[in-house]
Nanobody, 126 residues
């Protein structure tokens, strides 16, 4: 059974940084593209970033481009989201998910992702 466990969330001031981790088990992590999503209170879950199986291709939402960086370590079955220059509007529960798309395809649509973690809270104070 595929399990994804996020960690690294917390409370930081605006302008600060956090690094989220997503530990995968029960699967061959390198067989999946990986994405990060977030959901703020009262809002729909939204795409943040995605990375291809090999890590060679990345894609970001416009709202985080230039501030966030997605990466992965397939040898350790772990993905990461480095978040810099955080803003209060980045406050949300952050989820990692994996997509069994073939090749180097990465996608932003929530419905494409097969497995999800439980989420980690990120709170940015102004």
């Amino acid at each position: 059974q595929v399990q994804l466990v996020e960690s690294g969330g917390g409370l930081v001031q605006a302008g600060g940084s956090l690094r989220l981790s997503c530990a995968a088990s029960g699967c061959t992590f390198s067989s999946y593209a990986m994405g990060w999503f977030r959901q703020a209170p009262g809002k729909e879950r939204e795409f943040v970033a995605a990375i291809s199986r090999s890590g060679g291709i990345t894609y970001y939402a416009d709202s985080v481009k230039g501030r966030f960086s997605i990466s992965r370590d397939n040898a350790k079955n772990t993905g990461f989201l480095q978040m810099n220059s955080l803003k209060p509007e980045d406050t949300a529960v952050y989820y990692c998910a994996v997509d069994g798309a073939s090749g180097s395809i990465i996608r932003r649509g929530i419905s494409f992702y097969d497995y999800w973690g439980q989420g980690t809270q990120v709170t940015i104070s102004s």
